[in-house]
Structure formats: structure tokens, C-alpha cells
């Protein structure tokens, strides 16, 4: 398979569980799933990983989807809505660095991550992560440790604080305490 057609994401989402009712193919980033169907309760992740988010806009709760079968999410994620808006993740091979600090606005203590961090608390003994700087790959980032509860994907570039919820998807008041790299494999 060429890497132009391995870059290229697509899902599929369904008004029913199990893949039923009417459905949309997106291969690209959708900002309301309104204007294709009325409701969506299951997916098919063809090719590539999405965020899907249960409001417009790419805001409120966000989820992260890989290749696979979602007959119904909402359950297996605990989703109290439909899914509203998604987004595809690009393909990043290479490096992955993104810098965490203590305090909004970079400031306290920083520490610079390459790979995968279960805990900040216990690798860096940071109890918090106020702000961070993305410069190479795409991450998830988890409020709780070993990569469990709410996520936020980051993307390459700067999150000054993450307590606002500016540039967040809404999402106030969310504190990381682990952090994962996307990586390639996932795709």
C-alpha cells in the first residue's frame, strides 16, 4: 500500500447500533454531523484514527478512535450523547518531544517528554501540568494515570493553560496526569 492511500483516514458512522440505519462516510474532518444524518449510535474506524467529540465544533467530551468497530460506543465509552463533530489525526512518523510545566503560561517546574508517561507524579513528581508545548508528533493526554479517563488530543504547538479550556474544545478545568504518543502502529 502507497503512503499517500496509508495517510488517508476513513470512518463510517451509523444512525443505530450494530451498524444499522443510515450512514455517512467521512475521510476528512467534520465540524457537524447534523447536516448528514440526525443521530449517530455506532462506527467504523476503515482506515486511519479519528477524535470524535459529543458536541459541534470539536467541543465537549472528546474520544479517540482507531481502526476497529464501534458497534456502540456510546456504551463502551460511556458517552451520554451522540457523536457531533470529528476529526481526523494525520499520520506523524518521526520524532515525537512536547514539553509539560507545572504552572499556565510555562511556567514551574518543566520536563521534556520523547515517549510515553503513565504518571507525571511518578516519573517527574509533578502533581499538576498546567500548560505544554507540542513541537514534534500527536499525543493524547489523560486525566488520570496509565492513560485512563477523560483525553485531549494535542496536536503540534502551544496550550498556555489548560485550566481556562482556550483552545480546548470547552473542556475547563481538566488536569493531565498521563500522556501518550499516537503513533503510526495505531493506523
Known amino acids: ?28 474532518d467534520c465540524t457537524d454531523m447534523s447536516s448528514n444524518l440526525s443521530r449517530c449510535h455506532s462506527c467504523r474506524v476503515e482506515n486511519g484514527c479519528f477524535m470524535v467529540y459529543d458536541r459541534n465544533n470539536y467541543m465537549g467530551n472528546q474520544y479517540f478512535m482507531r481502526r ?7 456504551r463502551n465509552f460511556g458517552m ?8 481526523m489525526i494525520p499520520m506523524h512518523r518521526g520524532n515525537y518531544k ?4 507545572e504552572r499556565e503560561n510555562f511556567g514551574g517546574q518543566m520536563h521534556e517528554m520523547m515517549d510515553d508517561c503513565d504518571s ?11 500548560s505544554c508545548n ?7 493526554m489523560y486525566e488520570q ?18 485550566s481556562s479550556g482556550i483552545g480546548m474544545g470547552g473542556m475547563r478545568g481538566m488536569r493531565f496526569m498521563s500522556m501518550r504518543r499516537i503513533m503510526d502502529s495505531w493506523y
Not at 494515570?145 to 489548560?162: D, I
Open 1 to 28: 500500500m502507497s503512503n499517500t492511500r496509508m495517510n488517508i483516514g476513513k470512518i463510517v458512522f451509523y444512525e443505530d447500533k450494530n451498524f444499522q440505519g443510515r450512514s455517512y462516510e467521512c475521510s476528512s
Open 68 to 74: 476497529g468497530d464501534y458497534p456502540d460506543y456510546m
Open 80 to 87: 451520554s450523547d451522540c457523536i457531533k463533530s470529528c476529526h
Open 98 to 101: 512536547m514539553r509539560i510545566y
Open 120 to 130: 507525571i507524579m511518578g516519573r517527574y513528581r509533578m502533581s499538576d501540568c498546567q
Open 134 to 140: 507540542v513541537m514534534d508528533g500527536h499525543w493524547l
Open 145 to 162: 494515570n496509565h492513560f485512563r479517563g477523560r483525553m485531549m488530543y494535542m496536536r503540534p504547538g502551544e496550550c498556555k493553560n489548560f
